[in-house]
């Protein structure tokens, strides 16, 4: 049975960083692409991140860019997410997600999803 889950959420200062984890338990396939969300209170949930097999060809919303950088190590099947500059904007819960293709995954076609970590950033 494979899944997904999430670790390093917490509550950090504005400006401050945090880097979250996604580590996947079972077989998996190479050809998947990963990625990263979030879903704030009261808001959809929106793609942040997304990355090819072989730590490669990284796709960011705007939102994000130049703050967050994604990241995949396929030896340990750890997908990671490196938050620097942190808003309060962005509280939310973190989800890592799984897809055939970053393309894919930016459209919301997720086949398979973590169970999410919270990210709380204070004023």
């Known amino acids: 049975q494979v899944r997904l889950e999430e670790s390093g959420g917490g509550l ?5 960083s945090l880097r979250l984890s996604c580590a996947a338990f079972g077989r998996t396939y190479k050809y998947y692409a990963r990625g990263w969300f979030r879903q704030a209170p009261g808001k959809e949930r929106e793609f942040l991140a997304g990355i ?8 960011y919303a705007d939102s994000v860019k130049g703050r967050f950088t994604i990241s995949r190590d ?7 997410l490196q938050m620097n500059s942190l808003k309060p904007e962005d509280t939310a819960i973190y989800y890592c997600a799984r897809g055939d293709s970053v393309a894919a995954i930016s459209r919301g076609s997720v086949d398979l999803w973590g169970q999410g970590t919270w990210v709380t950033v204070s004023s």
Do not use: E, H, I, S
Request: proline fraction near 5%; charged fraction near 20%; hydrophobic fraction near 20%.
């Open 12 to 16: 950090v200062q504005a400006g401050g």
């Open 52 to 59: 090819c097999y072989g730590d490669g060809d990284p796709l």
């Open 74 to 80: 396929d030896a340990t099947k750890t997908t990671y």
